[in-house]
Nanobody, 123 residues
Framework: QLQLVESGGGLVQSGGSLRLSCAAS????????IAWFRQAPGKEREGVAC????????YYVDSLKGRFTISNDEAKNEVYLQMSDLKPEDTAIYYC????????????????WGQGTQVTVAS
């Protein structure tokens, strides 16, 4: 069974850091693009970052560049989102998602989703 499981969310003070993990089971990630999306209450789901593991390319939403970094550990079959200088507006449920080969900005094009992990940034 193909599954993605996020972890690492929590409550953090403004200016703090968190590292989210996305662990895959039932498949290896090397042929996939893995994206992080987030959804705040009452808002649309938005893309945060994506990494294409076959080609080694990564993409970020412009507004988050410099604060968020996506990376992977091939041996652990995991993808990470390192978030720094967190702000209250970063509060959301963060999801990882997988699709074949290439990153896409459209969340509907992703085939596999985790259950999400809550990130809350206190001011």
């Amino acid at each position: 069974q193909l599954q993605l499981v996020e972890s690492g969310g929590g409550l953090v003070q403004s200016g703090g850091s968190l590292r989210l993990s996305c662990a895959a089971s039932g498949f290896t990630l090397d042929r996939y693009a893995i994206a992080w999306f987030r959804q705040a209450p009452g808002k649309e789901r938005e893309g945060v970052a994506c990494i294409g593991l076959r080609h080694g390319s990564s993409y970020y939403v412009d507004s988050l560049k410099g604060r968020f970094t996506i990376s992977n550990d091939e041996a652990k079959n995991e993808v990470y989102l390192q978030m720094s200088d967190l702000k209250p507006e970063d509060t959301a449920i963060y999801y990882c998602a997988a699709r074949n080969l290439y990153c896409s900005r459209y969340y509907s094009s992703y085939d596999y989703w985790g259950q999400g992990t809550q990130v809350t940034v206190a001011s």
